[in-house]
């Protein structure tokens, strides 16, 4: 068996050099052993003023650390040094670009001193990427389906990006009905859970670097709001002869357009034209076929 208290190494065995079945034991100690680095990961992506993590050399209550930053992997310029007493060095870093370090034991009771531990590096990012763009619904949208899809660019970094749809019946983002999705390296999200019946939605899109930078886009507006195929004034009625009026007015003389364009879709052929409007008085003065909104 092998036990060890820091650096203090006991090792006891049994064998039959003499003949007789004997318990023999050894004690040594480790030596100053150089640091092994532990993190941040070398050459992985920090977000400025990583905290320095190594092993410790074991020499119990007789050991500090020598640790040296420097963007020169020669640490021959630029050289940030820092002695501590534990094993984690708060670096204080924020300069973007690569950075070298690494840590050399040094014990407290005398002058010994280990070799420099491996060199490391890590790289601050402390940008955040550029904001995305909303594309689809656009603002003010309404939408037929408790369900919709949502689509933004994507956004500009220098490390791969994550996405969160962020969601509210508040323009702050904050209480009411606000949920946030996060959707990976996709820009596009099918909505899982539905909208609330004629509630005003505000929406946007959060672009999250591989550090936690982040910027967001502006935010538009979304409501879900069924309609009736041929509820051409969007009135929440079935459709009447004010409906084939508006409908009139929109086609041939300047009227508003309907709110929701696929219910003045009566044919079920886009795009919305006299056909339907011709369609649409069929079906309520002469017995035309169903409606066949899409």
């Not at 050459?43 to 050399?57: E, K, V």
Request: include cysteine.
């Amino acid at each position: 068996g092998v036990t060890a208290y820091y650096d203090k190494m006991v090792a006891v065995w049994t064998d039959t050099r003499h003949g007789n079945q004997e318990a023999y034991s050894a004690r040594w100690y480790l030596p100053l052993l150089e640091p092994r680095l532990l993190s941040p990961d070398s050459g992985s992506i920090q977000a400025p003023s990583p905290n320095l993590t190594w092993a410790t050399t074991w020499k119990e209550s007789d050991d500090r650390y020598l640790v040296q930053i420097s963007a020169d992997s020669t640490f021959t310029s630029g050289v940030t040094f820092g002695t501590v007493f534990d094993n984690t060095f708060p670096s204080s870093v924020t300069a973007e670009g690569k950075h070298f370090w690494r840590v050399m034991s040094l014990k407290i009771s005398n002058s010994d001193t280990s070799a420099w531990s491996p060199t490391w590096s890590f790289i601050v990012d402390g940008t955040p990427p550029t904001a995305s763009t909303l594309l689809s619904p656009v603002s003010g949208y309404l939408s037929q389906s408790p369900l919709p899809t949502f689509d933004w660019s994507n956004a500009i970094d220098a490390s791969p990006l994550t996405y969160a749809l962020e969601l509210s019946s508040n323009s702050g983002f904050v209480g009411g009905d606000t949920r946030t999705y996060y959707t990976g390296s996709a820009s596009i999200l099918a909505l899982p859970d539905p909208l609330l019946l004629d509630s005003t939605y505000y929406w946007r899109a959060r672009a999250i670097d591989v550090v936690g930078n982040n910027s967001v886009s502006g935010s538009w507006t979304i409501k879900y709001e069924p309609y009736f195929c041929g509820d051409v004034n969007n009135s929440g009625g079935t459709p009447n002869v004010v409906d084939i009026t508006y409908f009139v007015q929109w086609l041939f003389v300047g009227g508003p357009t309907p709110p929701i364009m696929a219910a003045a879709n009566v044919n079920g052929i886009s795009p919305v034209n006299i056909v339907d409007l011709v369609y649409l008085v069929q079906y309520l003065f002469a017995s035309g076929p169903p409606l066949n909104c899409q």
